[in-house]
């Protein structure tokens, strides 16, 4: 994408996805800046992230590869040069690529997986979690997310909680 980029990755350690964006919005910024002899910010704001579960994992990546053609930039996924889906369809590493995508062993026909109709449901969770930073899944994949964090990411009733009466007994 000419003014934005998708990464569907898998962080190593829990400040992994904050340092390498971190490093790599400055390093990009001084090389343009220089190139372009200017000063300033080039990104919007910091970077959206949610962790998936499966399901929602299979359409993020579809949507990111799909992007390009949304976009008018490509007739396929696999012929924008800047996206992992050429690697995918071609089972040749390109360098977009790093190593083999664990989805690589489910997926047996890239092509076919990306010609394939999107799950809307999960791609309008995708939205919105990428927006809030919550997990985006399931119930039992955020109840673990939650466990595993010791946060709260599910909705609550709006307002106070209802206060319970004992009832006394007349007699």
């Not at 190593?12 to 300033?40: C, I, P, W």
């Not at 993020?60 to 012929?79: I, K, M, Q, T, W």
């Not at 999107?118 to 919550?134: H, I, N, V």
Request: glycine share 8%; hydrophobic share 35%; aromatic share 12%.
């Amino acid at each position: 994408m000419p003014n934005h980029v998708h990464i569907v990755g898998v962080p190593g350690a829990e400040d992994s996805l904050v340092s390498v964006f971190r490093t790599v919005h400055m390093l990009y910024t001084q090389y343009f800046n220089h190139k372009a002899n200017a000063v300033g910010h080039l990104w919007q704001g910091r970077f959206y992230s949610c962790a998936l579960d499966e399901r929602h994992v299979f359409a993020a990546v579809r949507y990111v590869e799909l992007n390009p053609v949304r976009a008018g930039l490509a007739a396929s996924a696999h012929d924008y040069p800047w996206s992992s889906a050429k690697s995918h369809v071609s089972g040749i590493a390109d360098g977009v690529l790093y190593g083999r995508c664990f989805l690589d062993e489910t997926v047996r026909d890239w092509k076919e997986y990306l010609l394939a109709p999107p799950d809307a449901e999960a791609q309008d969770g995708l939205f919105k979690s990428t927006k809030t930073g919550r997990p985006c899944g399931g119930n039992d994949f955020v109840a673990q997310v939650e466990d595993i964090l010791g946060r709260r990411f599910t909705s609550r009733p709006a307002g106070r909680p209802y206060a319970h009466i004992d009832e006394k007994e007349d007699g």
